[in-house]
């Protein structure tokens, strides 16, 4: 089993920054693909980013693309998100993810964090 805990969410301007992080225990944390979803009010969850297990490959949806960055620190059980660039559209409960293999889809993922709400004002 692995755990998953996501911090960092918040309320923040159009244009602003915010960094995510999602720490995990449980079973070895590098042996592990990590990504991030997100999901709007009446919107289905959607792929954002991921990265792989050492940290060699990411990959974005374009909406993000030139805007978040995916990084993981493996000696900390961690993955981060950072988000520039802010846009109202933004808006969702962002959700870390973790599985064997950092391709195919990210909806049917092993672990799953609870979440935490991002709001971007415009």
């Known amino acids: 089993q692995v755990q998953l805990v996501e911090s960092g969410g918040g309320l923040v301007q159009a244009g602003g920054s915010l960094r995510l992080s999602c720490t995990a225990s449980?079973?070895?944390?590098?042996?592990?693909?990590m990504g991030w979803l997100r999901q709007a009010p009446g919107k289905e969850r959607e792929f954002i980013t991921a990265?792989?297990?050492?940290?060699?490959?990411?990959y974005y949806a374009d909406s993000v693309k030139g805007r978040f960055t995916i990084s993981r620190d493996n000696a900390k059980n961690t993955v981060y998100l950072q988000m520039n660039n802010l846009e109202p559209e933004d808006t969702a409960v962002y959700y870390c993810?973790?599985?064997?293999?950092?391709?195919?889809?990210?909806?049917?993922?092993?672990?799953w964090g609870q979440g935490t709400q991002v709001t971007v004002s415009s």
């Open positions: 993810a973790a599985k064997t293999t950092v391709v195919g889809s990210w909806r049917g993922s092993d672990y």
């Open positions: 449980g079973r070895s944390f590098s042996n592990y693909a």
């Open positions: 990265i792989s297990w050492s940290g060699g490959s990411t």
